[in-house]
């Protein structure tokens, strides 16, 4: 593995381990604040669970990230990853509980001031919606589920010591569900944008079940997360313990609940798939704020016991450390990556250049963009993707238009070579998908989209599923796929 | 089901046997057991004070009150075990300063229903024929009040929506138990009995009624507790 890959990777477990030490409060610190579990034991579930959800379940959420903001280079990476663990560690140093999430967007979003590149704004107001209906939801869930607890004890009726001894359990089960569901909704945040560049290589484990790629580096996260957990978690364990509501057992365990089904339903995959499967609209699967969803629930579970009890000056600590955290990881990265570039002589960006060339302008045609501005801009070039926005500006274009004007004129020449097929390409690829690339051999692409539809024409096993929800894992295959050839034969 | 020897409790085989569960219903147990010798503390003095005021300070009467000193004896062994238990093994954290707080005050009715036995041993105090019914009636009264503060301590580790039924009882035999020994009191003082034999009397008066008042005083515990533990 290259040296200087591991280097870059390690902004990357920093962040992981900002947000083990910020994060097991979230799980854990109502349960450890009412002394009813202990610290060490809290700790040592918590590593283990994240790190399960982070290699079986993670991923549901790094597209999002990934569409925020494409930072292409291994050093803007290693930067964005920086910006948003400083912002999360000063948080964390003032016992705040911060959100990674809200971190590492405020951080992308500074990739993409400093590389000029357009901010995908529905992606940012997906994760926004993400955030502002995550905690509502805690709260709805956190409030329904109290009632139900409540009613349950007084038909049950169980002895004190035996009610101790099964909020114990269910603490820690609770809790065990919290730390997977974290893991599996928020390690995106924090190898997310390695993803493209992981130097891992696909292997087997005794012959059962196959480690991506992005498994191992979900792995490598997932223990960066659980050295946090054991080193520096037990400040906002304490903040979320006794800070901002002093809870009961009981209801500190319908806390930890509420936080763990509300992770769960923004993370799985497999709830996404079942929902579409019987025609439900599905939840989109972005990496919400677990210190939001915490907030939220416990300020459920107030309202319904008696909110004069809400500490609401930690609640506006609590409030401000969140609006804080982006703007910080925002402005981190991008005089962190002003330094990298000019002293360091990195590149922090891949300088994309978009072209209007008559491939674009007739897709865009076809998805049914006006006219006039289509004849204004065919054969057109731009610098940058923000370029290319205030030109059309004046246009009055939808979002999703723009992010189809950036998405169809990007250039990306590749020239098909296949001989630059490694060993690596042709375990991965299926014979129908290397027969496609063959049968390309020579021919230039402008665009990776124009690419894309030549191999979908030679080959089914290139097409991608007319399902969003339901083909999404083959889809993101051949996506990497595409990445990886494009990369490979890429024309300089 | 199974009937457990001791104390005829009913037991689930399934959670009886469940190795994570065991601990805690032996510490279950010992609670029960505590409040059973505080209740049946209360059955003994009853009979002590009926023995001593219709024979007097017969041998029968001695029985009764070694009989309360065992259970005093038994109850100060069980508490001493159970709060070590909620200690060392860190159960119940958010309760268990409240639950030994109770276990002290409930302990400190029976030292007193003791107390009280050892004064008619020792002093033998000669109660004239016409207020021994009311001494018997006080002490009914007294005993019913913590007969009910027992169910109360019970409702709060069980079924925390019933104390307060029981507390409202504990506060009504506590104010019969009053209104009789102002009576008896004021009788005694209007009699034409010497001082000292007055003064005497409602020392005894007193002892027996403030058995009542310390129950009152533990069920007033017993209200906060309960509005803390509230889920």
């Known amino acids: 593995m290259d040296i200087v890959v591991i280097i870059f990777l390690t902004s990357g477990l920093f962040l992981g381990w900002a947000l083990g030490a910020n994060h097991l409060g979230n799980i854990f610190g109502t349960a450890v604040g009412t002394r009813m579990i202990r610290f060490s034991t809290a700790a040592a579930i918590c590593s283990v669970f994240v790190i399960l959800g982070a290699v079986f379940s993670g991923g549901g959420t790094s597209e999002t990230i990934g569409k925020l903001g494409p930072v292409n280079t291994l050093a803007g990476a290693f930067m964005v990853a920086l910006a948003a663990a400083i912002a999360v560690w000063i948080m964390t140093r003032a016992a705040l509980p911060v959100s990674t999430t809200h971190a590492i967007v405020g951080a992308i979003v500074g990739w993409n001031v400093f590389s000029a590149t357009w901010t995908d704004i529905d992606s940012l107001i997906k994760i926004m919606i993400g955030w502002i209906l995550g905690p509502i939801l805690a709260a709805v869930f956190a409030i329904a589920l109290f009632y139900l607890t409540a009613r349950l004890l007084r038909i049950v009726k169980p002895h004190m010591l035996f009610l101790d001894a099964y909020t114990r359990l269910g603490l820690i089960l609770a809790g065990a569900f919290g730390a997977y569901s974290l893991g599996a909704n928020n390690i995106a945040n924090v190898v997310g944008v390695f993803i493209p560049a992981s130097p891992f290589v696909e292997f087997q484990v005794a012959g059962l079940f196959t480690v991506s790629p992005a498994q191992q580096l979900f792995l490598l996260g997932g223990i960066a997360i659980a050295v946090g957990v054991y080193t520096y978690s037990a400040k906002v364990v304490h903040t979320i313990g006794q800070g901002l509501y002093t809870l009961s057992p009981v209801s500190a365990w319908v806390v930890v609940m509420a936080h763990s089904l509300v992770l769960f339903l923004f993370a799985s995959e497999g709830l996404e798939r079942l929902l579409a499967h019987v025609g439900l609209p599905t939840i989109p699967l972005v990496p919400i704020s677990s210190s939001e969803v915490i907030v939220g629930a416990v300020l459920g579970v107030a309202m319904v016991k008696g909110r004069h009890h809400i500490r609401w000056g930690m609640l506006g600590r609590i409030g401000v450390g969140w609006a804080m955290t982006p703007a910080l990881a925002g402005i981190a990265c991008f005089v962190g990556l002003f330094v990298l570039q000019n002293v360091f002589n990195q590149v922090v960006y891949d300088s994309a250049r978009y072209q209007f060339t008559p491939a674009a302008i007739e897709r865009l045609a076809h998805a049914g963009l006006p006219r006039a501005v289509l004849d204004r801009l065919n054969g057109q070039s731009f610098y940058s993707s923000a370029q290319l926005e205030s030109d059309v500006a004046s246009s009055a274009l939808a979002r999703r238009d723009i992010a189809q004007l950036i998405e169809a004129a990007r250039l990306d020449p590749v020239k098909v070579q296949p001989l630059r097929l490694g060993p690596k390409e042709y375990a991965r690829l299926t014979a129908g998908q290397i027969h496609a690339v063959y049968k390309l051999a020579g021919q230039s692409f402008p665009h990776r989209w124009l690419f894309a539809e030549a191999l979908a024409r030679e080959s089914a096993d290139w097409r991608p599923g007319p399902d969003p929800v339901l083909d999404k894992a083959r889809n993101r295959a051949l996506r990497d796929h595409i990445d990886t050839l494009a990369r490979l034969f890429r024309e300089n | ?231």
């Open chain 2, 1 to 231: 089901m199974v009937q457990s020897a001791k104390k005829g409790r009913v037991q689930m085989p399934a959670t009886k046997d469940f190795a994570l569960f065991r601990r805690t219903r032996e510490l279950e147990n010992e609670i029960d057991e505590f409040l059973n010798k505080i209740s049946e503390g209360g059955l003994a003095f009853r009979l002590g004070v009926q023995i001593y005021m219709n024979h007097g300070p017969t041998a029968e009467f001695e029985e009764k009150l070694y009989h309360v000193n065992s259970l005093e004896n038994t109850a100060d062994t069980l508490r001493r075990s159970i709060e070590t238990k909620l200690y060392s093994q860190t159960l119940i954290p958010e309760s268990r300063g409240d639950v030994l707080g109770l276990l002290e005050t409930m302990d400190s009715v029976l030292n007193l229903m003791e107390g009280a036995l050892w004064g008619f041993s020792i002093e033998t105090p000669d109660v004239p024929e016409e207020y021994r019914v009311d001494f018997i009636e006080l002490t009914d009264r007294v005993v019913l009040s913590v007969d009910e503060l027992v169910k109360a301590a019970r409702a709060f580790f069980r079924n925390i929506e019933a104390v307060p039924d029981h507390n409202h009882k504990v506060m009504f035999y506590e104010k019969e138990a009053d209104k009789l020994s102002t009576k008896l009191k004021r009788a005694i003082f209007g009699s034409k009995l010497p001082l000292p034999n007055k003064v005497h009397l409602r020392s005894f008066v007193e002892s027996v009624d403030n058995i009542a008042d310390q129950a009152e005083d533990v069920a007033d515990r017993l209200a906060i507790y309960t509005i803390k533990r509230t889920v």
